[in-house]
Nanobody, 119 residues
Framework: QVQLVESGGGLVQAGGSLTLSCAAS????????MGWYRQGPGKQREVVAV???????NYADSVKGRFIISRDDAKSTVYLQMNSLEPEDTASYYC?????????????WGQGTQVTVSS
């Protein structure tokens, strides 16, 4: 099982920026697809951004142009740079690891980090 440790959440004013980090314990990090998801109050968990092992990225329409996902395979860490934050971005943000290793699929979630954007 992969252990994921998220950090970087907090309280920020609208228009501000935060960068989330997610460090993974597993040595096969470089072949994993990593993603950031969020769950706002009373809402279902939704995908925010995903980055493949090859560096391809996809974003939710609501964050395109404002958020940037990146990864550092040497540090087994994925980042989410969040700019121009809006109150609607308030949510718990979760890191996800997904990989297929020797034919077996692995899917893990972090514990979540809270992001609160004040208006």
């Amino acid at each position: 099982q992969v252990q994921l440790v998220e950090s970087g959440g907090g309280l920020v004013q609208a228009g501000g920026s935060l960068t989330l980090s997610c460090a993974a314990s597993r040595s096969f990090f470089s072949i994993a697809t990593m993603g950031w998801y969020r769950q706002g109050p009373g809402k279902q968990r939704e995908v925010v951004a995903v980055i493949t092992s090859g560096g391809s990225t996809n974003y939710a329409d609501s964050v395109k142009g404002r958020f940037i996902i990146s990864r550092d395979d040497a540090k087994s860490t994925v980042y989410l740079q969040m700019n121009s934050l809006e109150p609607e971005d308030t949510a718990s943000y979760y890191c996800n690891y997904h990989a297929k290793i020797f034919g077996k699929e692995y899917d893990s979630w972090g514990q979540g980090t809270q992001v609160t954007v004040s208006s």
